[in-house]
């Protein structure tokens, strides 16, 4: 490895301090490891490691003339400059909020379809869905991205504009402080508590229930019981094996009632609408709707260790009429009353490191 790629490494993790002070980051919170996505045809997407180590994780196959406004809803709440979904077929990043709209561009696996990705607005890379950076090595919601451009400038993504042809895409992926499970109370009003390792926390209430599955786009690329997509705005679970379609997802009470598109879930049975216990906005907030779920490792992703590999994949638990905790039933396309038995349901969160004493 020569001198320059190693002192290369060393900036880029140096990056911190500038990353620190966007609005995403949360205090104490340092990179586990980085993402580097050259925006150049045939350019090598990588995953940086403290150690100096690096894995590939595809070649740049279609590079953004334009960004997408207005972007999808969600867009708008996250902070410009960082990651607004996180998902097996996308990772969207907002570039700036305008007259109240997200302004994005997207990094898509090749030969996937992602409606929120505008035309001509994506970098794609040569990997399939829901593996690489789209799988075990994909940043959370909230993750702030850097920019070196073709002359070596550091910046903030959003002071870029439209990624230009020579620049790299730095992504810091940090673990934030998230609860190790967030357990759900599947009927109006039951709690969403959180559980720390410092002790339990009331993150929400639920206002409607989940009672049925749905035909979620993307669910085919993960599998029963895995995070298919976070962004500031929705949890969407895969509720079918991976090659076939079946969802469910959890939203915030304001896009659920503020959302021209979402408003079929006030008549339908496949959301779970969820609102803070204090009444303030949850869109964009930690830990349901920021810095937390990924979509995960699954088929060949290996991380730098059993626990990395294993631990940065949630899963998603169930239990059936006050029963024990066991595995989400398989159900796929539209099934309204697929999940009437479930009562409880808990995730937990994406880790990387061995739990200690105590912890977990």
Request: hydrophobic residues 40%; proline residues 8%.
């Amino acid at each position: 490895m020569s001198i320059m790629v190693l002192f290369r490494r060393f900036l880029i993790f140096g990056l911190l301090s500038l990353a620190l002070m966007l609005p995403c980051m949360s205090e104490g919170a340092a990179p586990v490891f980085c993402v580097e996505i050259p925006v150049r045809l045939g350019g090598e997407a990588r995953a940086l490691l403290p150690d100096g180590s690096a894995v590939e994780l595809g070649r740049v196959c279609a590079l953004p003339s334009i960004s997408r406004w207005p972007g999808y809803t969600a867009s708008k709440w996250a902070p410009p400059g960082s990651v607004a979904a996180s998902a097996v077929n996308a990772v969207h990043l907002t570039l700036s909020v305008e007259d109240g709209r997200g302004r994005t561009i997207s990094i898509l696996p090749e030969h996937t379809v992602a409606p929120a990705a505008g035309e001509q607005s994506f970098i794609s890379l040569d990997s399939p869905a829901g593996t690489g950076f789209f799988g075990g090595w994909a940043p959370p919601v909230g993750t702030p991205v850097l920019v070196i451009t073709g002359g070596g400038r550091r910046v903030p993504l959003q002071e870029r504009g439209v990624p230009r042809e020579g620049d790299t895409l730095v992504f810091e992926v940090a673990e934030y402080d998230a609860p190790y499970i967030i357990d759900i109370e599947n009927r109006p009003g039951g709690r969403i508590i959180g559980y720390y390792d410092r002790g339990p926390r009331l993150l929400a209430r639920v206002i409607r229930p989940v009672r049925g599955v749905g035909r979620f786009g993307g669910t085919e690329f993960q599998q029963v019981g895995r995070i298919r997509a976070n962004h500031s705005g929705v949890i969407d679970v895969s509720t079918a094996r991976r090659g076939v379609v079946g969802g469910f997802q959890v939203l915030p009470l304001l896009h659920a009632a503020t959302s021209k598109e979402m408003s079929s879930a006030w008549q339908l049975t496949q959301w779970l609408i969820v609102a803070a216990p204090d009444g303030s906005p949850l869109p964009g907030t930690a830990p349901l709707f920021s810095s937390n779920l990924v979509p995960g490792s699954q088929l060949t992703d290996k991380l730098w260790d059993m626990w990395s590999t294993y631990g940065r994949k949630p899963l998603v638990l169930c239990r059936r009429d006050g029963g024990k905790w066991e595995r989400l039933p398989e159900a796929s396309g539209r099934n309204d009353f697929a999940y009437r038995d479930i009562t409880h349901l808990r995730i937990y969160s994406p880790f990387t490191a061995e739990p200690q004493a105590g912890f977990r």
